[in-house]
């Protein structure tokens, strides 16, 4: 079955210009968006114009930052990440991947989540708590599970 490969569309932040994921958009409509910098965190309000520009207006709130964990349960279809990979023979990309890296190494690099041939798999991970830590300095023991 040949598919259409979608990707989730990017923002640079007036403030500090530091690109977010900004999910999925309807022209016309009004959303509310935060910057992913944590020293930033500026929120913003934001139209997509019918030129696919974007109009950005700050709302005056900073976003504070914390460590949440995620959990996805087994599921019965297969759970696919499309990520920006370097070109390389498909055997070196094999052992890259199934071997030599951490997943922690390639998911700031998904383009992508499908479960299935689902491309918007909302759900696929539950929230399961936060904790008053940066991410980085996060550990599993830090959280009640
Ligand atoms: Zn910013």
Request: aromatic content about 12%; hydrophobic content about 30%.
């Amino acid at each position: 079955m040949e598919q259409e490969i979608t990707y989730l569309p990017h923002v640079a932040c007036p403030s500090c210009g530091e690109l977010s994921a900004i999910g999925h958009t309807t022209k016309g409509s009004k959303y509310t968006w935060w910057c992913d910098n944590r020293d930033c965190g500026k929120q913003y309000g934001w139209v997509q114009n019918p030129d696919d520009s974007i109009t950005a207006e700050p709302t005056g709130t900073v976003v504070k930052y914390n460590a949440a964990l995620l959990k996805m349960e087994p599921r019965d279809k297969p759970v696919y990440l499309i990520v920006e990979a370097i070109d390389s023979a498909a055997e070196n990309q094999r052992y890259f991947y199934d071997e030599h890296t951490c997943p922690t190494n390639y998911f700031s690099k998904v383009e992508g989540i499908y479960l299935g041939e689902d491309p918007d798999p909302h759900g696929l991970f539950e929230f399961v708590g936060s904790v008053d830590k940066n991410a980085e300095d996060a550990e599993l023991s830090d959280f009640e599970i």
